[in-house]
């Protein structure tokens, strides 16, 4: 077991984990940061008090915390961004989450009611290319609550899917 103060910086692989304090259990691949955490793998970032990861496993637990997720989708020039905050966020499973108390936005400003649109969640277990299970959702649009829903089941596709398709007007 390593433990360090101050201003600590971890590196592996592609990971970095800067943070005031961080304890690091080799044999378990477990590194606890706490302190204005900052956590990068290259392509996602995370902001946070509070972070419990397993390096191996790429699992873990974020407190307080806000991420920056890029999706990838072919033919696009830049990718689109995901901002998700939540008081705890956990990822358990190689592409499944939980989420509570939290928010999800593309839009990237650092104030989330300056955002054109913004979910809010009390809680959501969710699966990439799979279901989100949501209880208390709110969406806000100008930073006006339109609609909300108690509970739902909604799909969380990033790969293209046949089904109902929006009507568009052109000239």
């Not at 995370?46 to 915390?65: C, F, L, M, P, S």
């Not at 939540?86 to 499944?96: D, L, P, S």
């Not at 829903?149 to 052109?170: E, S």
Request: charged share 30%.
């Amino acid at each position: 077991v390593y433990r360090a103060k101050g201003n600590v910086t971890v590196t592996r692989e592609n990971i970095i984990i800067r943070a005031d304090e961080v304890i690091f259990r080799e044999l378990e691949g477990e590194v606890i940061a706490q302190g204005n955490v900052f956590f990068t793998d290259g392509e996602n970032t995370i902001e946070a008090e509070r972070i419990e990861i397993q390096i191996d496993e790429k699992k873990g637990v974020i407190y307080n915390g806000k991420g920056e997720f890029p999706e990838k989708k072919k033919g696009y020039r830049a990718p689109i961004k995901y901002y998700v905050y939540g008081k705890r966020i956990e990822k358990y499973e190689e592409e499944a989450f939980t989420i509570e108390d939290g928010y999800l936005t593309t839009c990237r400003c650092d104030d989330v009611r300056e955002a054109g649109w913004v979910f809010y969640i009390d809680r959501a277990d969710l699966t990439v290319n799979g279901m989100a299970w949501i209880k208390g959702l709110w969406v806000y649009i100008r930073n006006r609550p339109v609609f909300y829903l108690p509970y739902g089941v909604l799909p969380v596709k990033i790969v293209r899917q046949t089904g109902f398709l929006t009507p568009t007007f052109a000239n």
